[in-house]
């Protein structure tokens, strides 16, 4: 398992931007599909968006795609969320997962991030 670690919630205006980061611990990173989840207030965790191990395939959600942007950096350990044009129903705790497969399921987690948007 890695360790992860987000960082870059906060408020923000609708149709704002924010870029979530997520570092992670270990020498095993470039080795884990990375992915970011959401949960708002009495809503089930959702999964928004997914990157592969190499970076090179990525998918999202219907409800941020073509808003949101998942990138990792394998140097430096780390995952990102560019979110763009926030709505006030992107509103929740962001939090990302590391899965060694995709039989595996995802197995390691941040604590969150809160992303709160004022419309």
């Known amino acids: 398992q890695v360790q992860l670690v987000e960082s870059g919630g906060g408020l923000v205006e609708a149709g704002g931007s924010l870029r979530l980061s997520c570092a992670a611990s270990?020498?095993?990173?470039?080795?884990?599909?990375m992915g970011w989840f959401r949960q708002a207030p009495g809503k089930e965790r959702e999964l928004v968006g997914l990157i592969s191990r190499s970076g090179v395939s990525t998918s999202y959600s219907d409800s941020v795609k073509g808003r949101f942007t998942v990138s990792r950096d394998n140097a430096k350990n780390t995952v990102y969320l560019q979110m763009n044009s926030l709505k006030a129903e992107d509103a929740a705790v962001y939090y990302c997962?590391?899965?060694?497969?995709?039989?595996?399921?995802?197995?390691?987690w941040g604590q969150g991030t809160q992303v709160t948007v004022s419309s």
């Open positions: 270990g020498r095993t990173f470039s080795s884990y599909d």
């Open positions: 997962a590391a899965r060694a497969s995709a039989y595996s399921g995802f197995n390691s």
